[in-house]
């Protein structure tokens, strides 16, 4: 079934832990983001990709770092996990409009929650 | 700076017909989007105005007044399973995606 697989799905981490969260998508779709989701606050938007090759900063950036090697592939890195990065961390992508900017309609994974203590 | 205003959560009746109403201001605007997202799921894209007026799909229209930076979702023959949130987002200059924090929709019997 075409999608985005999202691993792991859960995880509890201790504080000052390096840790990936990984995201493949089969669509061979050129966008791929990365959001965080916490209760009472929107979807807000950490990195992205418009392309292979390609990443940039969004809203919340501060503490996470993403590659974007190929097509498929958008793994997240936390490289010292904090408390406050505690959350549901959801990967998406879209496909591109004719004239080369990314739709909004997001295709999302089913989410990684992550627990720092 | 960038905002979207929705309600924090409404409550219908099996049956009846909602509005969720959602405000912005953003810089710039490339279209409209609603999602739905059940508890513990993913968000699941609903609808996209980028022109003033009404859009509907099935049960599901989402209008749209650019001019009064305002988008409703209107929801009819509401059923249990459209108890979800909803989450409304603008696109900005940037082809970037603005969020609310979304309605929480509660549907009694």
């Known amino acids: 079934i075409a999608g985005i697989t999202q691993a792991p799905t859960s995880q509890i981490l201790a504080a000052g832990r390096r840790m990936t969260l990984r995201c493949t998508q089969d669509?061979?779709?050129?966008?791929m983001y990365w959001y965080r989701q916490d209760l009472g606050l929107g979807l807000r938007l950490i990195h992205y990709s418009n392309t292979a090759g390609t990443t940039g900063k969004g809203e919340v950036p501060d503490g996470y770092s993403v590659s974007r090697a190929n097509t498929d592939d958008f793994p997240l890195t936390l490289a010292s996990a904090v408390p406050s990065q505690t959350s549901v961390y959801f990967c998406?992508?879209?496909?591109?409009?004719?004239?080369?900017?990314?739709?909004?309609?997001?295709?999302f994974g089913e989410g990684s929650r992550l627990t720092v203590l | 700076g960038q905002n979207i205003d929705q309600p924090t959560e409404m409550t219908a009746t099996e049956g009846a017909i909602v509005q969720i109403n959602c405000t912005y201001q953003t810089s710039g605007f490339n279209g409209l989007f609603w999602y739905q997202q059940h508890a513990g799921e993913a968000p699941t894209f609903l609808s996209y105005n980028v022109l003033d007026g009404l859009e509907e799909k099935g049960r599901f229209s989402s209008f749209l007044s650019r001019s009064k930076g305002y988008s409703y979702l209107l929801l009819k023959e509401l059923q249990m399973k459209d108890s979800a949130s909803y989450l409304c987002a603008v696109m900005d200059s940037n082809y970037q995606l603005i969020w609310g924090a979304g309605t929480k929709l509660i549907i009694k019997p």
């Open positions: 669509m061979r779709h050129n966008a």
């Open positions: 998406a992508s879209s496909d591109s409009t004719t004239s080369g900017g990314a739709t909004g309609e997001l295709f």
